[in-house]
């Protein structure tokens, strides 16, 4: 049994100028432990997707199945992090933020505060513990979102372009410790981006869509082992089929 | 990155990375500097005094005030007028603090609650909070009950205001965040929204407690308490005690500086400062 299915997805947006389709008849099955990038230029429904199967937004048609259970609204089987550093809550250090969830839970104290700090460790953030977000770089701040949406455990992890407003070099750095993450807790990953280069690093299969109206295009599996070099001959070509679905779709007129 | 402290700069004083690393000798000198307008005004109330511009009785020499000062200190009389006005402006004000925020989180959460307090208070606070003391004087007969109840209220406005744009201003991100997490409302209550709007909420505490200061003074005048500093000031014109009138304005300054930096300026560096969201 797929873990995630995506059954005919649809959402409208009511907006004053007229329904406008936001994602229109998505389906999709993930097994347990796949790692997906949804891929595709602004505009195409790919957060909206994310949102969706996060449970921020209810789909116009459709169903969600995550582990056989219907997604209704939001829940603690999915981790979220977003791509706007203000996520964490300023009030709290990296392990307050951390063990959020777990607090929410009903852990206690010190049961929450080992786990959070495992998380932490996971990111390699250990020295940062008792660190408010306002002293953490952006790269840093991320770190603790990723371990903060880890640390209650979720089965799935929704990630919206988390290291879109980073720096090209964080970026790597960041995409490489993902891998790792990922690879340590075998999470299923959706993961919304617009870099090609991001998609064909993490993913195990990407998820081209297309927008007005957000449409799936095409699907690759990228077959390459890991750690992915992204000098290498193979590399590029999965950079340049996906480059090429996108391509047909997002002319610039 | 983690030794960080962030820079706090207290009211009316420079930044402290400008003294910084000085040592003493820079301290002293920011100290002169905080203090030379106000030996400007004492040099030039000391001339205006010497001169007679006025009566010297109704515009005393600075040694004059400070021996009134003095003096009705020891006696106890000052202290007991002090006394008595806090504690009223404490009744008063804790009441305000209380409701104005409990009204203010709801107007900011709930659709309802704003549609109904919203168009009130829009309407009721700019009133001069004097403006209602006759009123409730003739309700609630004199002393302290008016006096209490009229600061509650006059100076709940400002708080219900703040609480309510700082609510409004929690950041959708971290309602997202929380709910994916599992807070459900009273715990989103807790854990976001309050320490969310914290920043809002400390200003609109800051302006509630000049207003309680501005009509607890002007409604001692009126509510014939036998004790309390509004009182002392206006029961010492009748006997042109003008000495006596300025050390009450002194004493009202004091415990206004006291406030300031004993309680809020504390308050904030123990949580907004260090969380960063204000600096």
């Known amino acids: 049994m797929s873990h995630i299915e995506i059954r005919d997805v649809s959402l409208v947006y009511d907006t004053p100028a007229g329904q406008v389709p936001g994602v229109q008849g998505v389906s999709l099955d993930m097994r347990e432990s796949e790692f997906l990038c949804l891929l595709g230029p602004s505009g195409c429904g790919k957060s909206t997707l994310l949102n969706i199967v996060a449970g921020f937004l209810t789909p116009t048609s459709g169903e969600i199945r995550i582990g056989g259970k219907a997604v209704n609204g939001h829940g603690t089987d999915r981790g979220v992090v977003f791509q706007d550093f203000a996520q ?83 970026r790597d750095a960041m995409q490489r410790l993902l891998a790792d993450v990922w690879r340590e807790t075998r999470k299923t990953i959706i993961y919304v981006t617009h870099n090609v280069a991001e998609a064909v690093y993490l993913a195990d299969r990407v998820i081209v869509m297309t927008p007005h109206p957000g449409k799936v295009k095409a699907e690759v599996v990228i077959d390459l082992p890991r750690p992915r070099d992204p000098l290498s001959v193979e590399f590029l070509d999965c950079q340049k089929q996906l480059l090429a679905h996108l391509g047909e779709t997002h002319q610039v007129s | 990155m983690r030794d960080g402290v962030p820079a706090i700069s207290a009211a009316g004083l420079p930044a402290p990375e400008r003294w910084i690393g000085r040592g003493e000798n820079a301290r002293w000198r920011v100290i002169a500097r905080t203090a030379f307008p106000f030996l400007v005004l004492a040099a030039i109330w000391e001339i205006v005094a010497r001169l007679e511009v006025f009566p010297r009785r109704l515009f005393p020499t600075l040694e004059e005030v400070a021996s009134a ?76 009950f008016p006096a209490i109840l009229l600061v509650a209220f006059v100076s709940a406005f400002p708080v219900i205001f703040n609480t309510w744009t700082g609510v409004k201003a929690v950041k959708e991100i971290w309602v997202r965040s929380a709910q994916a997490m599992g807070a459900d409302n009273p715990k989103l209550f807790r854990h976001v929204i309050l320490p969310g709007a914290l920043p809002y909420i400390l200003t609109g505490l800051r302006l509630g407690l000049a207003q309680a200061w501005r009509v607890l003074v002007g409604v001692e005048m009126l509510a014939a308490v036998p004790w309390g500093l509004g009182w002392m000031i206006f ?42 969201m204000m600096s």
């Not at chain 1, 809550?89 to 607090?103: D, K, M, Q, S, Y």
């Not at chain 2, 009748?238 to 406030?259: K, P, Q, R």
């Open chain 2, 69 to 144: 000062f003095v003096r009705l200190t020891l006696s106890g009389i000052l202290p007991h007028h002090a006394f008595d006005t806090l504690v009223r402006l404490t009744a008063g004000f804790a009441i305000a603090a209380i409701a104005g925020v409990i009204i203010g989180i709801l107007m900011g959460r709930f659709r309802r609650a704003e549609d109904i307090f919203l168009p009130l208070v829009s309407i009721a606070a700019p009133i001069p909070g004097l403006a209602y003391a006759p009123l409730f004087l003739l309700w609630f007969g004199l002393g302290n």
């Open chain 1, 88 to 170: 964490l809550f300023p009030w709290r250090t990296a392990l307050g933020n951390v063990a959020f969830g777990l607090e929410m839970k009903g852990i206690p104290k010190e049961e929450r505060d080992e786990i959070a700090f495992n998380q932490l460790k996971l990111v390699k953030l250990e020295k940062f513990v008792k660190s408010y977000p306002h002293h953490l770089s952006g790269g840093m701040q991320q770190r603790v979102a990723i371990a903060r949406a880890l640390a209650y455990n979720p089965s799935v992890l929704l990630m919206d372009e988390p290291f879109a407003a980073l720096d090209a070099m964080t």
């Open chain 2, 235 to 276: 029961g010492a014109r009748e006997f042109l005690n003008t000495d006596v009138m300025l050390s009450g304005i002194v004493v009202i300054a004091m415990i206004g500086l006291a406030l300031e930096k004993l309680v809020f300026e504390k308050l904030e560096n123990y949580t907004v400062v260090r969380w960063g």
